[in-house]
């Protein structure tokens, strides 16, 4: 069943939206920051990794972000067009603002942080001036990340993109994607989160992010009070994860669940990309909403399993293998809560 109507005769799926970054991971594992030497770079950022893992798995993709005037806003455009991620909305900055750093400290396969280099930073230097019209209606959806709405000018070209989606049919889902770095108080999160939940067709994230977005509204709903409110702002689906316990997504037939599958993890990060960009990618597929999620929460073992992120989105085939050999394993229902 459609829940969600997707005009079909645009030429690009999804239009992620927000945050490109470099990724640092740690090739000596479980060690702190301080006592690792070497490292391996990779494309990061939540809509970026998502852009990739749609792409990988067929789908058309463009992208709006903002990336530095330098070699490694080079790297990262380079690397979407070898995965054929249109680029033709990526600005440079103009001020000399770089982009994103990341550095991950995987002390074991169940332990991980992150230390992000933020200020001064590119993405955020996103203008409405940079969101075009036309792009944003040349595509079956938007994808707007949480972590673009925490400074302006990017929040206001968010909030553009969003209400050129609205005007032209464009479909919205907010990841809401909550990072602390750059935001300045709980009211500001939620005001912002709230603002975009509302215009959104189908809205994701976990229990603590949801709780950001409700803080001013209504603070210590339940899941389903959660969903109920959403969905009667005008949301079809409503995804709830909570981390090893799965996730839940609710629709206006029900709430559906899946279970992560089984996995040796290399890291704690890194599934929610690889689980967002399956999931969206089987809901355009027409997909059942119980095959969307055991599509999604595969390719999030999957990423857990990866040293890195973009790098290591899956393909459809590999996912469906994955799927396959884990039913054999563990039995048919291993991922059905």
């Not at 005009?7 to 740690?26: C, S, Y």
């Not at 750059?182 to 709780?211: C, L, P």
């Not at 339940?222 to 409110?229: G, I, M, P, R, V």
């Amino acid at each position: 069943m459609s829940y969600i109507d997707f005009d079909k005769n645009r030429p690009l799926d999804v239009i992620p939206m927000g945050r490109v970054a470099i990724d640092f991971n740690p090739v000596d594992y479980f060690k702190t920051l301080a006592e690792s030497d070497t490292f391996k770079k990779y494309v990061g950022g939540s809509p970026a990794n998502i852009a990739v893992g749609l792409a990988r798995l067929g789908k058309k993709v463009g992208f709006i972000g903002k990336v530095s005037d330098d070699r490694f806003g080079d790297y990262v455009t380079e690397f979407f067009k070898k995965e054929g991620i249109d680029v033709s909305h990526i600005t440079r900055a103009e001020n000399g603002e770089k982009i994103g750093l990341t550095f991950t400290e995987i002390l074991s396969p169940t332990e991980s942080s992150i230390l992000m280099y933020r200020d001064g930073i590119a993405d955020l230097m996103l203008r409405p001036e940079d969101v075009d019209e036309e792009y944003i209606a040349s595509a079956k959806a938007l994808l707007i990340s949480g972590t673009a709405l925490a400074q302006s000018p990017s929040r206001e070209a968010c909030l553009k993109a969003m209400y050129l989606a609205k005007k032209v049919g464009t479909k919205i889902i907010f990841d809401i994607d909550y990072r602390p770095y750059n935001w300045k108080s709980k009211d500001e999160i939620a005001i912002y989160y709230s603002t975009v939940a509302e215009k959104s067709d189908m809205v994701m994230g976990s229990r603590e992010e949801f709780d950001l977005t409700e803080a001013i509204i209504e603070p210590g709903r339940d899941d389903k009070a959660t969903s109920e409110y959403w969905m009667s702002k005008g949301n079809k689906i409503v995804i709830i994860k909570h981390g090893k316990k799965g996730s839940t997504a609710y629709t206006k037939d029900g709430s559906f669940s899946i279970k992560p599958f089984p996995i040796t993890a290399l890291k704690s990060f890194g599934g929610g990309d690889g689980y967002g960009s399956a999931f969206i990618y089987s809901l355009l597929e027409d997909m059942d909403i119980i095959d969307c999620l055991e599509m999604g929460s595969a390719s999030a073992s999957m990423l857990v399993a990866a040293h890195g992120c973009s790098l290591f989105m899956p393909t459809v085939d590999e996912i469906k293998a994955f799927i396959k050999e884990s039913k054999e394993k563990y039995g048919d229902m291993v991922a059905r809560a």
